[in-house]
């Protein structure tokens, strides 16, 4: 059993939709996350939630809505996607937020704005 | 200036040799964490530190907080271990700031 999944892994999509990437884990851990990593490889955390409430909301455009509607689950919805979204987002989650608690990520969803 | 400096960009090493990859740091924080992604993209979080030192295996991973610097180690280096190492701090606000990637060969 796949501990953190992410769905779906590829996406291509035309400028201007609505999509969402769908992310659960199965390890009961607290807080989950959502990072971004562009075409230089660079990782950038968005999102956290702990225990679905909302801890970490990184300068993002607000065309990005995070919904969790339990702790096992973290969604991403974007809105009037643009070119500049394509990259690879990873979805994570961690026993809490505090602590010396390790990650465990999802293995990505490929994203490409056409 | 990014918040997290990682050294060397790029290396390159010979199977077997010892590897050390540095990472200095400029807010004050909770935790660091090294990543390792594989060529495949899949990220695995190696190690959490706050203090002192942690071994899993051939890596060793050292923090010292008073100099704001971590270094990742990696013992009898095998072409397997090649990948980009990433670390990441946490400050105690919960922000994250990343650095920017080591990437690592390690030739047979």
């Known amino acids: 059993d796949t501990a953190v999944s992410q769905t779906p892994k590829y996406l291509v999509t035309q400028m201007g939709n609505d999509k969402s990437i769908k992310c659960e884990q199965n390890l009961g851990h607290d807080t989950m996350y959502w990072y971004k990593q562009d075409s230089k490889k660079f990782l950038k955390i968005m999102f956290s939630?702990?225990?679905?409430?909302?801890?970490i909301n990184e300068t993002v455009p607000n065309r990005f809505s995070p919904k969790s509607p339990d702790k096992a689950h973290l969604n991403l919805h974007i809105n009037s996607l643009e070119l500049g979204d394509s990259a690879v987002y990873f979805c994570?989650?961690?026993?809490?937020?505090?602590?010396?608690?390790?990650?465990?990520f999802g293995s990505g969803t490929r994203l490409t704005v056409v | 200036k990014n918040e997290v400096e990682q050294s060397p960009q790029n290396l390159t090493a010979q199977e077997g040799e010892f590897i050390t990859i540095n990472c200095s740091y400029s807010?004050?924080?909770?935790?660091l964490h090294w990543l390792q992604q594989h060529p495949g993209g899949g990220i695995v979080s190696l190690f959490m530190l706050s203090s002192g030192k942690k071994k899993h295996g051939r890596l060793i991973a050292t923090i010292n907080i008073q100099e704001k610097h971590s270094s990742l180690h990696i013992t009898a280096s095998h072409p397997r271990d090649s990948a980009v190492y990433i670390c990441a701090v946490r400050n105690t606000g919960n922000q994250f700031y990343f650095g920017t990637g080591t990437s690592l060969t390690v030739i047979p």
């Open positions: 994570a989650s961690s026993q809490s937020i505090g602590g010396n608690y390790g990650y465990t």
């Open positions: 939630y702990n225990n679905k409430e909302l801890i």
């Open positions: 807010v004050g924080i909770s935790a």
